[in-house]
């Protein structure tokens, strides 16, 4: 089984668009979006969920007024300043460290395991779908990241299918290096600024530390030719196949709003050709699998 993985070192470069259309050219997948945060494939592939379930992880104090007496060492030891002085727990700003539990003489603050977001399997007119939204404030991205993915296997070796397309979170924290630990390859997509350079040269090196093969795609190429021409060149210097460029073209924006990938708007538009040359050289080079028909 392969995994690929598309990423970015910032958000906006067109990651999930460029993951939306491979998803309309590739055969035997399952498709994940690892973007917990602000996922949003769905919105271009329309998936009908037939499964859901909590994603709990961690503690939230509640303080059972019936029992507290107010002593104010809760609210004392607090370094979050997360209990008011009507010794009320503020969710947001409890980050379920655990001391007032501990310390509290009244045994009068409850610790239960909060629910953090909420992960889908869906079908898709592309093919089955996980998915996952973390809940507004919530951390443990890494973890809903790292469940999102082990799902989609699960349904890949389930479903007897040999490929995970699966969408990353831009940046490079703690939910990117989850979502391409252990991944087949991965697929940078960059754009031709010098904040676009400067994020691809991180994530590069965070794939290099997990020992993953990497390669490059430059998107709306044309706006700056001759940034690309040096991003190109960074490329090669650092060994790094350059997988194509793709030009500046209304018909992503207008696919997105019709709720299709580029390949199902308008499969002769410039960005669809560039799209489908980026694809073949993809999966030539890392053996995955393709289906034109």
């Known amino acids: 089984m392969k995994e690929l993985i598309v990423i970015s070192g910032k958000g906006g470069t067109g990651k999930t668009s460029l993951l939306a259309a491979f998803a309309s050219l590739a055969k035997d997948k399952v498709l994940c979006d690892a973007d917990v945060d602000a996922a949003d494939l769905y919105l ?54 655990g001391v007032c539990v501990y310390f509290c003489p009244e045994d009068a603050i409850d610790f239960p395991i909060k629910t953090c977001g909420e992960l889908f399997v869906s079908e898709t007119r592309a093919g089955p779908m996980v998915h996952a939204r973390l809940g507004i404030a919530e951390d443990n991205s890494g973890k809903l990241v790292t469940l999102t993915r082990k799902q989609a296997k699960e349904l890949a070796q389930e479903r007897d299918l040999s490929l995970i397309l699966t969408d990353g979170p831009p940046g490079l924290a703690c939910p990117v290096i989850a979502s391409i630990a252990g991944a087949s390859a991965v697929l940078i997509v960059t754009e031709p600024t010098l904040s676009g350079q400067h994020d691809m040269d991180r994530v590069v090196e965070l794939a290099n530390h997990f020992g993953i093969p990497a390669s490059v795609c430059i998107n709306k190429f044309d706006l700056n030719p001759d940034m ?46 560039a799209v489908v040359d980026i694809w073949e050289r993809l999966a030539a080079r890392f053996d995955l699998n393709t289906d034109q028909s």
């Open 44 to 97: 271009i592939l329309e998936p009908d969920i037939k499964e859901r379930q909590d994603f709990q992880e961690g503690h939230r104090a509640e303080i059972n007024l019936d029992k507290c007496t107010e002593c104010g060492l809760c609210r004392e030891l607090c370094r979050f300043d997360a209990i008011s002085s009507e010794y009320k727990v503020d969710p947001i700003d409890c980050e379920g460290c």
């Open 228 to 273: 690309t021409v040096v991003i190109e060149q960074y490329a090669r210097d650092r060994g790094l196949p350059i997988m194509g460029r793709i030009p500046f073209d209304p018909s992503f924006t207008k696919a997105m709003v019709q709720k299709q990938t580029v390949i199902e708007y308008d499969g002769a538009s410039q960005a669809a050709r």
